[in-house]
DNA sequence: GCCACTTTTTTGCCCAGCGCAACGAAGTGC
DNA sequence: GCACTTCGTTGCGCTGGGCAAAAAAGTGGC
């Protein structure tokens, strides 16, 4: 309660949060970055290394020559992993993450029968299981994280609608929790990687950011102040069906020139693929023909940018953020795609502050494991004191 | 800092909420509705109450009829009182306020010359404490609060710059400060008035709130978790160029159908002008015209409301709040054009929760006042234990 | 009028957690 | 070896919350 000591949170998410920033950082330097006083750090510190979130490493001290050297600290990614279930169309991707966000072990599970969420999610529980034994069995596991499109009840656990599974309040939390004995947080695939992007990616240290996923579905998601900004029904962030598509595109909706409607995945290859770009209709082809320097495919890239550029310039209207981030093939695969959207939104946006102020994502393959890992890490970096060492993970 | 107690802020400000809110109301209810103990509010109350800002008053015991009866505490409104001061292009509003926001005395002062701003600061400063020495000498003000339109570095207290009056980096914290002897905060209109409807307006209790205000500036502010959102550039709500509006229309940015451009106060008023409804170009006698039964001028409200219902359907998508606030002249004075946004807001958004969850703005008249007195008791309201008596009024 | 009973409010005590200041630690340069 | 500098730790006091016991302020029964 002292006042301008900690911003939101305790004392020990602030300290955390600037050793996962900071990389090994000493710890008066950490008192300096937080506004906590040393004391008040060093008792932070051992209560964090006390749980196994925290190292003192032999730094390799650049040493300033006069005082007593730093005894740097850093996050302790060699005891502690998350793991992590991203829920998709096709199939669930599985990853176990260290303490700062990294993959360490990841699966590919495609349902068997997606219409059987109960098989679906058990398969995934076990596969994870094993993962984890064959992998990293000298890590111990502190959560379980699962991110999806659609809409999710974070509180309950519930997947309260899945955006193409069809799946209907489904216990996700409660499922999961129940076959692997790890505490299960659930969460929305654009929050998480909001999040995620926050926490390990290249939007660092920044207070506020908009995270604009264009993939099957359109999505945004928006932190301000420290955290995700959820609305009223968990719907904020909601971009999909503004009229910034194509008006000759009708949209499952109902109306016409929904953004999601033009800009997804699947719209997009096809529209290369009836334009002859690509011999079948997948985005990734297109992606990859476009790389290869094919300049059609290239072309129709920086034209789904420009669009996308369109809702990253509304975000910044509306929302300010510091910087946007956008997960898309054409933005994070050619630098062609980044700059289009960077041109267009300085044109476009009034708010936008630079054009470095838009990012492309930071996770490469990697997005829906670190996606998934992210919402378990976020809660342990919002209150690491909180952790529980949970049973063994398999039960 | 123990969980989930407070939610942000202290628990003095928790328990100033909770009284404000709910008007007169036990202590134990207190601690009810803020999660804290009896014992914490007890001691709350009886700080808040040395300070002046609290009262016990004798209620009027709706008696349960068993058990000691409550003794309602409700917010002092009898001792101290706030200043405000809108700057606007031709003139400043002046108002007194109490701490549940009511004016208690409001003066408008001409700008003799506007392009002065000392001497436009110097008068506005010498007729409020005039205006305290005449109407309510006994109250002790707490602080002032100054609104303008345009961008605002709150931090600083300057006024950047002034939508309209042209005024660049004027320092207004500090004059009104040196002639007033009062702490002086400055902001932007539309986050004053935000927070206006949020702390007395019909807003209530809700967390999160959507501010859209359109007179002859269009602008939106938005609060979430608690906080008014500024944006890393102050920037936030930017709504005035979106391409809502009328794309026959020439804005002065540059780009057309711009949403200010289309439907700010002057330009609607020079339509309905040249459509031949009106006499003269003024918004105001629109307004009584449609009040008085002209069906042409309702008609072409109703019109401006479906505009102005297109940026909150936006709001309502990216944001999600919980409601959005309207100020507009139509949607103010007739039943038609709330229902029109309403109606329209229900057909596009689809993450509006409900249509009662559009709101036209709360403070009639005297919306200016508020919106400078908030500024100030917004501060107030966020750490009430912080006040300082300041200096006598007038220095 | 007095007592049992109920509910509100206060008081006393404990505990977490931070800041302050003094102290111990670990180096360099002379 | 000693002065000096900076880093990290420890002891102490303060703030401010919770818990539990006590006090307060009524009603209704006798």
Redesign the pocket.
Known sequence: ??PG??GRG???AAVLGAVLRHGPV??????RLT?????????????LAGLGLLTEVAGPLP???????????DVETGRHLVAGIHVAHEHCTLALLDLRGRVRARLKVPHRDPDDHEEVLATAADRLVRLHAEHLPGHVPLGLGVAAGGWVDTEAGVLVEHASLGWRDVPVRDLLAARTGLPVLVDSHARALARAEQLFGAAGHHESLVHLFVGNVVDAAIITGGGAHRGTRSAAGGVAHLALGDPAIECPCGRNGCLEATVSDRAWAWRAYEAGVIARPSIADLGDAAVAGDPAATALLVDRARIVARAAALLFDIVNPDVVVVTELGVIRLPECADAVRAEVAATSRACPSPSAVLPSSFGRDVLGVAAGSVQLDAIYADP?DIRNPIRLGV
């Not at 000493?26 to 008192?31: G, L, N, V």
């Not at 506004?35 to 209560?47: E, F, K, Q, Y």
């Not at 040493?63 to 600290?73: A, D, E, F, I, W």
């Open positions: 309660m002292n000591v900690t305790t004392a020990a000493a710890r008066t330097t950490i008192a506004g906590l006083s040393p004391a008040a750090v060093t008792r932070n510190c051992a209560a040493y300033r020559g006069v005082g007593r050297p730093h005894t740097p600290v004191l």
